[in-house]
């Protein structure tokens, strides 16, 4: 299954900027747009939370330069290559290539901990991101809000160059909004006007104290 991992990071402050371009900007910065699609496991049942390696409460405050998941940062020579887009997007998926925003946060309270090393990673990022004038999107990975209060589900994160899952980058996988009166939506209500004859999925919410204390049984 090609999954991409990542981890999202309070890293070394000096290297975040408050101010990122926004997503049109981006967009119109870029001569290679690219939208990768990868499988998923879902945690949006609150129960499936226990398997997440962490699960934090958490406030994004600024956002870093993006870069490759290589170990120098820099863009694979598959770029340089002559090939057609579809082509390229299936050799970077193959390859675990991507770019990472590193994030920083105001605030982080972990509920959940099975990581192998509880040090602080070199950087928590969010999967995708703008570097050079390559701009790339990844399935439904969450692009994090300033100032928004999230629980979130934190992943290793992938060195493409060692084809390696590291903890030097923790990915934000999962990023669930949670509103002023402490209630935690884990899945959007679906639209009726989506297409098919079924019903649409209805949201899924929980209190944070009621998740606290699902978290708190995790074996």
């Known amino acids: 299954m090609a999954m991409l991992l990542f981890l999202a990071g309070c890293g070394d402050p000096s290297a975040m900027q408050t101010n990122q371009p926004s997503q049109a900007n981006q967009t119109s ?7 990768l699609d990868v499988d998923r496991y879902e945690f949006n049942p609150p129960a499936n939370l226990c398997q997440a390696p962490m699960v934090a409460e958490v406030v994004a405050s600024s956002f870093g330069q993006s870069h490759w ?8 020579s598959l770029l340089s290559q002559s090939m057609p887009t579809r082509q390229l997007k299936d050799s970077l998926i193959k390859g675990g290539y991507t770019i990472y925003t590193p994030v920083q946060f105001t605030s982080m309270k972990i509920m959940l901990d099975h990581r192998s ?49 590291t903890l030097q980058w923790q990915i934000v996988y999962n990023a669930f909004p949670i509103d002023a009166q402490g209630v935690v939506t884990l899945q959007q209500a679906g639209s009726p006007n989506e ?6 999925q209805p949201a899924v919410k929980i209190t944070l104290t009621a998740l606290q204390q699902q978290l708190a049984s995790c074996h």
């Open 117 to 165: 090393s509880k040090l602080s990673p070199e950087e928590f990022v969010m999967a995708g991101g703008l570097q050079g004038t390559t701009k790339i999107t990844v399935g439904e990975f969450p692009q994090l809000k300033v100032s928004t209060r999230y629980l979130v589900v934190i992943v290793p994160g992938l060195n493409a160059t060692t084809h390696r899952l």
């Open 29 to 35: 910065q870029a001569t290679l747009v690219l939208d």
């Open 195 to 200: 297409p098919g004859s079924g019903k649409p």
């Open 69 to 76: 998941n290589t170990t120098n940062k820099v863009q694979p």
